[in-house]
């Protein structure tokens, strides 16, 4: 890990403090870099015109009682991945061969997007109880690589 890596990392965990998730500590931010320059950014939180959990007053997981990693689908928010994933749609912004960092290990579902984005390195900071998330993005030949803050 370089000065560059740690400086995107930094970058993802500020991003993760606009997320509109109920929970603190699910807040992600992602940011997808190539050559040292931003391309797109994302955090978790609800689609556009949907209410999130921080307006509803309570995060729909935790009421259904889902165990973190698992029924992704149950949940108002877009992964911060996707998120940043889709910006770069939106904005017709190619993201094939760059970097994603992440304050949190991709899920399943986002780890079948970044393969498909063409995105080659995931670097992220904290882990995520997913190992087929795991095993498609070394399948897939992804480079995975969890931050370790210097020293």
């Given amino acids: 890990m370089d000065k560059w890596d740690k400086r995107f990392v930094e970058l993802a965990k500020t991003i993760a403090t606009w997320s509109s998730c109920y929970q603190d500590n699910r807040k992600i931010g992602a940011v997808i870099v190539k050559n040292k320059r931003i391309l797109t950014t994302g955090y978790n939180g609800a689609p556009a015109g ?3 959990c921080v307006e509803r007053g309570e995060c729909l997981r935790r009421k259904l009682d889902i165990p973190s990693g698992t029924r992704h689908e149950l949940c108002y928010a877009i992964h911060a991945e996707q998120n940043a994933i ?11 061969g760059a970097t994603l960092y992440c304050t949190h290990q991709p899920c399943v579902i986002c780890a079948k997007m970044i393969v498909n984005s063409g995105i080659a390195r995931i670097v992220y900071v904290e882990g995520y109880p997913d190992e087929f998330s795991l095993a498609l993005i070394a399948e897939a030949k992804v480079s995975l690589e969890q931050y370790a803050a210097e020293d």
């Fill in 50 to 52: 949907i209410k999130s």
């Fill in 86 to 96: 889709i910006q770069a749609a939106k904005l017709g912004v190619s993201i094939e």
